[in-house]
């Protein structure tokens, strides 16, 4: 059985940086908190709480002098909370959030509505909402926004980093099929992330060749659970946070698998996969003998 890793796959350049922004801080400080999980991956937050480095869920769980935002970034009401509460920030935001996050607020500050192609719940979204000074709305389908209300004149939109491109495509395409007349001025900007793009064209690339795709990742992990509903729409395709999850009763008749994961995804996690693929492959080639 061959077992194929796609060409981009795993840890982006935004969480290798944050990670060392993160490292380094809790070095300097003696122990850090996030705001939030680091990354969204359980293994590699329990590795940088051996660091020192832990999760705070909110600013009033903090305990220590200093906090982190992660790369997911964060609105600027949270940012001045950290200061009224005089506690130090580390500011991992990935460079590619922080450019989304300024278009959020170049839009809203030009009197444009924004609207954020994404899952509102998702602390990047959260984070966009507030950079448009609360001229904003989340969705991911263009019928949601009803409860944008009064609908402005002038709309611009933006997507969450780590959607896929053709997604966003579609919503701006139901998007325009249902704004009224009033709307004058509809202004588009792709701040999707290359990173994700190229994971995603990679995972669906190697789907088409493969006979099973294998998708690795936190279980919140977004951009993980896009690369799976994206390989799924090709072939057979299974979901794991970790190697032990595999189940050899996948891989019954399939001589081609292909392996991909998520941004938050450590090459420790994805080798293992590999490693366990293999060993159920010459194992049932073993048997077959
Ligand atoms: S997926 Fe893209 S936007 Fe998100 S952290 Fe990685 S590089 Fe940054």
Not at 20 to 41: D, F, K, M, Q, Y
Not at 118 to 131: A, F, N, S
Not at 267 to 283: H, Q, T, Y
Request: a positive charge; charged letters at 25%.
């Amino acid at each position: 059985m061959e077992v194929r890793k796609a060409r981009a796959l795993g840890f982006c350049f935004g969480v290798r940086r944050a990670i060392r922004v993160l490292e380094e801080a809790s070095r300097e400080h003696g122990g850090i908190e996030t705001l939030g999980p680091a990354v969204h991956n359980q293994q590699v937050v329990d590795r940088l709480s051996g660091m020192e480095i832990r999760v705070a869920q909110s600013l009033e769980q903090a305990r220590g002098g200093v906090v982190a935002i992660t790369a997911h970034g964060a609105g600027p009401e949270v940012l001045a909370e950290i200061r009224a509460r005089q506690l130090y920030v580390v500011d991992a935001t990935c460079p590619i959030v922080r450019r989304a996050q300024r278009r959020a607020r170049e839009l809203s500050r030009a009197g444009f509505g924004v609207i954020i192609f994404g899952e509102v719940t998702h602390p990047e979204v959260k984070g966009l909402l507030g950079w448009a000074d609360s001229k904003a709305v989340a969705a991911l389908e263009g019928a949601e926004l009803t409860s944008f209300s009064p609908l402005p004149r002038r709309l611009g939109v933006i997507s969450q980093t780590t959607q896929n491109r053709s997604g966003f495509a579609q919503f701006v395409g139901e998007l325009m099929a249902v704004l009224p007349p009033r709307v004058r001025e509809l202004r588009i900007i792709d701040t999707i992330c290359q990173a994700t793009q190229k994971r995603q064209e990679a995972a669906t690339e190697l789907a088409q060749r493969s006979q099973l795709m294998v998708v690795i990742g936190g279980r919140d992990s977004a951009n993980t659970r896009r690369l799976a509903e994206i390989c799924s729409t090709v072939v057979e395709t299974h979901r794991v946070e970790m190697a032990s999850e595999i189940d050899e009763a996948w891989l019954k008749g399939k001589s081609s698998v292909g392996v991909t994961a998520g941004a938050s995804t450590p090459n420790e996690a994805i080798n293992e996969v590999v490693l366990r693929l293999k060993s159920f492959g010459e194992s049932s080639q073993a048997g077959s003998i």
